[in-house]
């Protein structure tokens, strides 16, 4: 299975956002299989179909980030979070900025309802990581990005990683 390229800040494409998916068939589940392998060939945890260039709200996740539990992996379709509880700010990466690592403030309790790869509408409680995870992902459906979401005092502590990542773009 050849791997999706995981797009790099401040590649357009990240700002798009994803559409409402409708189809539910074997390309759907495709794509959900290679982007876990694409997030677990990056060492992720979770990945956003925007993430890889395609405009469609679906993202997969494992809070583990191992391969080996595949029990832990979820494909959300068209998420949407019914209920939030609670704040916290805690440590984020992304995929999407490599070699960056910032505080993110992160509803601590969610509930989120969303479709299952077969278009069967799902609900699930999720609270602490599994929530973070979730809510990071769901951005990335709406093309917001973790730089959005940071201090200003983390905004100007990785100023120059983003320029670093912008400058890479641009002679790309």
Same mark, same amino acid.
């Given at each position: 299975?050849? !791997?999706? +390229?995981?797009?790099?800040?401040?590649?357009?494409?990240?700002?798009?956002?994803?559409? @409402?998916? @409708? %189809?539910?068939?074997?390309?759907?589940?495709?794509?959900?299989?290679?982007?876990? +392998?694409?997030?677990?060939?990056?060492?992720?945890?979770?990945?956003?179909? !925007?993430?890889?260039?395609?405009?469609?709200?679906?993202?997969?996740?494992? !809070?583990?980030?191992?391969?080996?539990?595949?029990?832990?992996?979820? %494909?959300?379709?068209?998420?949407?979070?019914?209920?939030?509880?609670?704040?916290?700010?805690?440590?984020?990466?992304c995929?999407s900025?490599?070699?960056?690592?910032?505080?993110?403030?992160?509803?601590?309790?969610? @509930?989120?309802?969303?479709?299952?790869?077969?278009?069967?509408? =799902?609900?699930?409680?999720a609270? #602490?990581?599994? %929530?973070?995870?979730? =809510?990071?992902?769901?951005?990335?459906?709406? #093309?917001?990005?973790?730089?959005?979401?940071?201090? %200003?005092?983390?905004?100007?502590?990785?100023?120059?990683?983003?320029? +670093?990542?912008?400058?890479?773009?641009?002679?790309?």
């Amino acid at each position: 299975m050849e !791997p999706l +390229e995981v797009l790099v800040y401040p590649h357009p494409a990240l700002r798009r956002g994803g559409q @409402t998916v @409708t %189809a539910f068939d074997q390309d759907l589940r495709a794509l959900a299989a290679k982007m876990m +392998e694409s997030m677990y060939d990056e060492i992720g945890c979770g990945l956003a179909a !925007p993430q890889v260039g395609i405009e469609q709200k679906l993202l997969v996740l494992n !809070p583990s980030g191992d391969k080996s539990k595949r029990e832990e992996e979820l %494909a959300l379709v068209n998420p949407r979070i019914l209920k939030k509880k609670g704040r916290e700010w805690d440590d984020e990466g992304c995929l999407s900025f490599p070699g960056i690592r910032a505080e993110v403030e992160r509803h601590v309790d969610i @509930t989120v309802v969303y479709q299952d790869l077969d278009g069967k509408e =799902q609900s699930l409680k999720a609270s #602490g990581f599994l %929530a973070r995870v979730i =809510q990071h992902e769901m951005d990335h459906l709406e #093309g917001v990005l973790m730089v959005d979401r940071l201090s %200003a005092a983390d905004k100007l502590r990785v100023r120059g990683k983003l320029e +670093e990542l912008e400058q890479r773009y641009a002679r790309s």
